[in-house]
């Protein structure tokens, strides 16, 4: 199955709340990277976190990585409308392979 | 510093035409790879450049796609001849190194009729 999986695949939230996605992988990896992608448009970077790393933070997102549970979670505080849109997590595997693998996404909708 | 920039933006090419797709990676990164989105679903990796040189392509999934960079610039993306299948949207990343950030293009929009 997909190297990384989100969960939720959907979620929906009042404009103010915070929004947590998850993120789930398979093997090791070098480093774990978010994306956002709106409408359909391009793919947004939005963080990297490295596999020795547990905890980052951007703006209003804050991103940590388990890596003895291979996960990794994405949290958005205060959101907005304009965070609308879906969130992949796309995982750099430590052998094997040098692509990213990219997870189902979860779509976010932010109501004002 | 211009990121990465994909041409055309969107393309809509009747069943059996030839449409080539064209990425810009960000200047000075090696890597380059070619993702696709298809009918909404997970975004599945086609190919990686490292310069010139096709470094994976175990994800393209036919004869009919054909990947190219020359000089390790720009790259082309050519599907010939298109099935109704190949509709979706393509994307290109670049990143300097494998351990660091890649960032993609807006997409092209393939549509196939």
């Known amino acids: 199955s ?9 979620l929906s939230i ?23 992608q709106n409408s359909g448009r391009g793919l947004v ?3 990297l976190i490295r596999s020795n ?35 992949f997590c796309a995982t750099a595997p430590t052998s094997g392979t040098y692509k990213y693998i990219f ?6 909708k932010v109501l004002a | 510093e211009a990121g990465v920039t994909q041409f055309p933006s969107h393309s809509v090419i009747e069943k059996g035409q030839t449409v080539t797709l064209r990425c ?25 450049f490292v310069k010139e040189s096709k470094q994976d392509e175990s994800g393209m999934p036919n004869n009919r796609f054909l990947a190219e960079r020359t000089g390790g610039t720009y790259s082309t993306l050519k599907v010939q001849p298109a099935e109704l299948e190949d509709s979706g949207v ?24």
């Open chain 1, 2 to 10: 997909q190297q990384g999986e989100e969960d939720p695949q959907a």
């Open chain 1, 14 to 36: 009042q404009e103010g709340e915070n929004a947590t996605m998850n993120c789930s992988y398979k093997t090791s990896i070098n480093n774990l990277q978010w994306y956002r």
């Open chain 1, 45 to 47: 970077h939005l963080i």
């Open chain 1, 53 to 87: 790393e547990r905890e980052k933070h951007s703006g209003r997102l804050r991103v940590t990585l388990d890596t003895s549970k291979k996960s990794s979670s994405l949290l958005i505080t205060a959101s907005r409308a304009a965070d609308t849109a879906s969130y």
């Open chain 1, 103 to 108: 997870g189902t996404g979860t779509r976010l």
């Open chain 2, 24 to 48: 810009d990676p960000i200047s000075g990164h090696d890597n380059l790879y070619w993702y696709r989105r298809v009918m909404g679903k997970e975004i599945k990796f086609l190919l990686h």
């Open chain 2, 90 to 113: 393509y994307f290109c990343a670049s990143s300097q190194l494998y351990n660091t950030e890649a960032f993609f293009g807006q997409g092209t929009r393939l549509t196939v009729v």
